[in-house]
């Protein structure tokens, strides 16, 4: 129910298109005054009218209802287990602890990071892509200054997962398109179909020469860069056996054609947390309290009038705090312990079953830019700016850095992976882990070899699914599970009536990004507000957590 | 020969080494505080102990060859005949005049840059490739800061010549994948040869379901952007006959692929003209003399001695200059036109024949950038952050500024022609080439037709083959015709003994590109010092200037 006690324009919210019904509820809310929805729901009005509510979790989607129903006049109260806000997205830098769950369930110091001042590496999120537009929006509304997050260049590495050798993105990528147009081209000719437009198509798609034949192309490079008195060699192709047989494509080669990885992305210059801190500072501002260091410990729902009570412990001591409404930016395998009272079967059973992924990232310091390459001494094992290097080896992937080309030091993710990869480099001590990343990047680049040159004591690494009140990476939803589908269902649907809501990327059709996140605090607003139904869609798509994390699979 | 009369090394200058000849050149020079090849030729020493060289033209070869030969301890004097430095380098701000030759000859004014303050446009080069680490190094070691230029987004759209339709570029380069792919899966599929691990690269490389065919997919955008309860469902394919129809990638939708175009790019920020100021400026600092306004009208070889006069003119006066060394960085459709006394009937040969290319631009000032949307009223028409839409419209290409992103105004390249499409517009007055320009804008973009939103008199425009001083677009090489290769060959060697050198981009395998002008005058250098052969090698690569501007054609 909305404060005022009417819910008003239900019927107009069809489903499929919250982000206009919001938008219109905005504008209708702030009278006539309105400018429409502004992409921040910063509309007028105060339909909060001082209204308790408590968030639990200062995630990208905690802060994120936390600003928009302060400034709805709500009086707000986030509530974070840790000492910073961001959940996920973290931005590691000098100095700062690491901290995961070990094998006897205690909290335990990992290390520190070392990096050198100035330098960062984003743990979680890492980029932002151009349809995005919330978050895209709340980075313009709060200054957080984006600069193009580069997903891949041609001078990128790929190590594919059957062939011990390591080729250029620029010779795989057009060697396969040239060898499949080729293969095309043969076989349309069995049958005379190899003419008109079609063949002028199929040679310029794939680089063929006039009789459809694939001879390599200066798309894969040159062999020796151009003189001024020779004409570059295009590169030799790489046999078509050799590329098919070394299953580069499922080392996840073609993730940056799939829309979510498109260009241009964005990241936030100087790292991913300044959208946190933008948030939380807006929040406030707003009139929203945060509390650090307050671990929830259990929520009661009301019985006798609508409202939560909320336990946490802070400082050793215990405290407790009741609302009207109760927004769970915490994760679901986090939720799952914490006390839970009077909450329906369904809903705990819900809670109960949903998995969260294992995925670590690890993150070098790099005390030269080896990659960029010395500048004068060209040759084409260098000039990469930015992008990703794929492997099958366990790291998955290396990132290089989109920002501050051309300096002198970087730093670089050196492992970015998933399942079975993360829990085998999860598993193992920060050092081991390190040595296992420190192979799979010299694979890539034997410059990895030099300790000087990529520091042991400067190296990172994170395993989320260890990581005290995250204990995963987002949400593994399976859309052809039935017990999936009705989990969604009914955590799209608050508890005690329209008191208890959860969000987050979790429950959201983009898990594991920041745009998710937004999306269902939106949503949550919209069910507080009365312009969303509090009962979901008899038909509801679960996500496909790996598809949408991971590219086609 | 060299200065102290030996020309040592020639012989270690083997051909398609030269890079690296100079750098061990360089190190030798320089004595025990060698410290190789710094790619800006500053190793130590001073062969040129005051020899005087004439540098005739401040383009990116003249000032490079400034900057590197008063390094060397030449004494520069650089004519310059217009009143700024850089040549094709250009970039349009507020305020600045723009001149061509009308069709009786006659220098016009013919309109003057009204951009707002802080907006500009590159009317020549725009973008740097991540492998031309000539102009990488100058920018790195003259500190001019780069920025990534984007060179496709897949938000981009295309314009086939042969539809009347607009598309997106993700539908078009994912549509197309997709559907070559299933067409090979269906003819391996008659001889049962779709199986195995081909089977599986098909599925992943064309976005197939299992059974082989194709059925759109979500790298061709969403339907609808999702929602919180609604799984994104993919945009419905284009269809293939549509698509192979349309021409499309004559629309020189490919060129992104090639070498030349790959990621990352890069451009300076505020203006490609940053890297000619840097150049003028350290030139000067190495005590190289740069003459404005000062238009050569002829060139006498020594017949005694080794040496050149060069008669200039200057604020209406007449003046002589002599120097043991000149290097000609005229562009050949100019210098063809120049009094030259005493040059070998082979080199006027060369010099009447070559032809340079006819190529326009046309820029314009957005006083909104709808392109990129209104981020809270996010439809799939928008999202547009830097990149080019391809047309079949005489404008060929519309590109989207690769910089100050989410700001409120600016400017876009409305044209960037070639050969016909360039005569066609050239011919036109400024207005009536933005009346066509427009035209295609709004083919691409409905809000071209506001003339509040995109005003005419803000718009500028360039026929670079009426460009006083420059005469065109490039050197238009065709590798297969002998008579270019005849003159390409000729060029290379200098005239009048030792004495008369010509570089630019206009004499490199890179014609149109500034790593071809710097390369160029990389080896006049290296012919000064002895270090390269003043007779070019018996067999001369033509370069291809077509594909080297526009892609695989």
């Given at each position: 129910m909305s ?18 019904a919001l938008r219109?509820?905005m504008?209708?809310l702030?009278?006539?005054e309105?400018?429409g ?10 339909p909060?009218?001082g209204?308790k509510?408590l ?13 928009e129903?302060?400034t709805l006049?709500y009086?707000?109260t986030?509530?974070e ?19 995961e ?13 070392a ?5 960062y590496l984003n743990l979680g999120?890492?980029r932002i892509p ?7 929006t709340?980075?313009r509304?709060?200054r957080v ?19 011990g050798?390591?080729?250029h993105?620029?010779r ?13 081209a ?5 049958t ?6 079609l063949?002028d ?7 063929l020469?006039?009789n ?5 192309s200066t ?6 860069q151009?003189?001024?008195e ?7 192709p790489?046999s ?6 070394s299953?580069?494509?499922k080392?996840r ?13 964005f990241?936030?210059?100087g790292?991913?947390d ?9 929040a ?5 309290r945060i509390?650090?260091?307050?671990a ?9 009038a609508p409202g ?6 802070k400082?050793g001591?215990k405290?407790?705090?009741d609302a009207r409404?109760c ?7 986090v939720l799952r312990h914490l006390s839970?009272?009077?909450f329906?079967?369904p809903?705990r059973k819900?809670v ?17 830019r080896?990659?960029e390459g ?5 040759d ?5 700016y930015g992008?990703?290097s794929?492997?099958g ?8 850095p989109s920002?501050d ?9 050196g ?7 993360a829990r085998t480099l999860?598993?193992?001590?920060p ?6 990343a420190?192979e799979g990047?010299?694979?890539l680049?034997p ?13 990172v690494?994170?395993?989320?699914h ?12 399976k859309?052809?599970?039935?017990d ?5 269902k009914?955590l799209?649907?608050?508890?005690g009536?329209?008191?208890?809501y959860?969000?987050?990327d979790?429950i959201?059709p983009?898990?594991g990004?920041q745009?998710?996140?937004?999306m269902?605090a939106?949503?949550v607003?919209q069910?507080i507000?009365g ?6 869609p008899?038909?509801v ?13």
């Open positions: 404060p005022n006690g009417k819910r008003p324009g239900t019927a107009s919210a069809a489903a499929g298109d919250s982000a206009k219109h509820a504008s209708g702030s009278g006539p309105a400018t929805w502004t992409g921040t729901v910063a509309a007028g009005g105060s909060g009218n209204t509510v968030i639990l979790g200062a995630g990208v989607a905690g802060l994120t209802a936390a600003y129903l302060s006049g009086q707000v986030v509530l287990a840790q000492d910073r806000v961001g959940g996920r997205n973290r931005t590691a830098r000098r100095g700062d602890e690491l901290y769950i070990d094998k006897n369930n205690n909290v335990t110091h990992t290390h520190t990071c990096f050198d001042d100035g330098l999120p890492g151009y349809h995005h537009r919330r978050v895209l709340y980075c509304d709060f200054e984006l600069e193009p997050y580069v997903m891949e260049t041609t001078a990128n590495r790929v190590r594919p997962p059957q062939a050798v390591t080729w993105n620029r795989v990528a057009n060697d396969t398109r040239g060898h499949l147009a080729a293969k095309l043969e076989t349309l000719m069995e005379d179909a190899f003419t008109g437009e063949r198509l199929l040679r310029v798609f794939g680089g020469d006039t459809g034949k694939y001879r390599g798309r894969s490079g040159y062999l020796d151009p003189e001024i020779e004409w570059p060699v295009p590169a030799p790489l078509f056996e050799d590329l098919v047989n299953g580069f494509w080392a080669f073609y993730q940056p054609i799939d829309y979510l990885w498109q260009a241009t992305m990241q936030p210059v790292g991913m300044h959208i946190v801190m933008a948030l939380a500072r807006e406030k501002r707003a009139g929203a509390v650090l260091n307050a929830v410990t259990g929520v009661r729902l009301g019985k006798a939560a009570s909320v336990t946490y412990s400082d001591r405290f407790s705090a409404y927004i769970s930016n915490i994760p679901i395998p839970l009272g009077d329906s079967d809903f819900a109960e079953g949903v998995k969260f992924e294992e995925t670590c990232k690890v993150g070098w310091q790099a005390n030269r080896f990659w010395d500048l004068g001494s060209w084409d094992t260098e000039g990469i992008g990703i794929w492997t080896h366990n790291i998955t992937q290396l990132w290089y920002h080309y051309f300096s002198d030091k970087g730093t670089l993710t492992a970015y992976n998933f399942q079975e990869a999860g598993d193992r001590t050092e081991k882990r390190l040595e296992l420190r990047a010299i694979e680049h410059e990895f070899k030099d300790k000087k040159l990529v520091p042991d004591d400067k190296g690494s994170i395993a989320w260890k990581v005290p009140y995250q204990l995963g990476g987002w949400a593994a939803w859309p052809h599970l039935e999936h589908k009705k989990a969604y009914q799209l649907q608050p508890e009536g329209d008191t208890f959860v969000t987050g979790q959201s983009l898990p990004w745009e998710g996140a937004m269902s939106h949503y607003i069910q507000l312009f969303q139904p509090l009962t979901a008899e038909e798509a679960v996500p496909d957590s790996v598809a949408l994390t991971q590219g086609l699979h």
